[in-house]
C-alpha cells in the first residue's frame, strides 16, 4: 500500500509545482508525473525495505511483531532506528536517482524522524497499529 501511495503523493507535489514560488522551486527536478510517478513508487518500496533488518534483529532478539522491546535500554535503540532507518534509506534511495542537495539531507534527518514518529501515533490512534512507535 505504501509504494503506490507515495507514488501518488509525489504526483500530486508535481502538480503543485507550476504554484509554488520560483525561490522555492530551487531544489525541485524537471521531471514529468509520469517519472515523479515512479520516483515516489521507488521512495515507498524503500522505506518498506528499510523496516526489515531493524524487525530480523528484533525477532532474533525474541521480541513479536508489533511489540516493543522488554529490557528498557533495547526499546530506546529500537525506537530510534525505527526513526531513522527508512528515512536514510528512502535519501539513499533519491540520491541514487536524481540529485539530492547536501540541505535536503539535513532537512530532512532532522525533521523526518519526528515526522514519521507523528505518523505511527496518528496510526496507532486510527487503530491501525498495536504500537505507537
Not at 62 to 87: N, T
Not at 104 to 116: K, S
Request: hydrophobic fraction near 55%.
Amino acid at each position: 500500500m505504501l509504494p503506490p501511495a507515495a507514488a501518488a503523493a509525489f504526483v500530486v507535489l508535481e502538480s503543485l509545482r507550476e504554484r509554488i514560488p520560483e525561490p522555492l522551486m530551487a531544489g525541485w527536478w524537471p521531471l514529468g508525473p509520469l517519472e515523479y510517478a515512479g520516483l515516489g513508487f521507488g521512495c515507498g518500496v524503500a522505506f518498506m525495505a528499510a523496516e526489515l533488518p531493524n524487525s530480523f534483529l528484533k525477532r532474533q532478539l525474541g521480541v513479536p511483531p508489533g511489540r516493543a522491546p522488554d529490557r528498557r535500554w533495547l526499546r530506546f535503540v529500537a525506537f530510534a532506528i525505527d526513526q531513522l532507518d527508512s528515512v536514510v534509506r528512502v535519501l539513499l534511495a533519491l540520491t541514487l536517482l536524481v540529485p539530492v542537495h547536501a540541505a535536503t539531507w539535513l532537512w530532512v534527518l532532522l525533521f523526518g524522524p519526528g515526522l514519521h514518529a507523528g505518523f505511527s501515533l496518528l496510526m496507532y490512534r486510527l487503530g491501525l497499529k498495536v504500537r505507537a512507535a
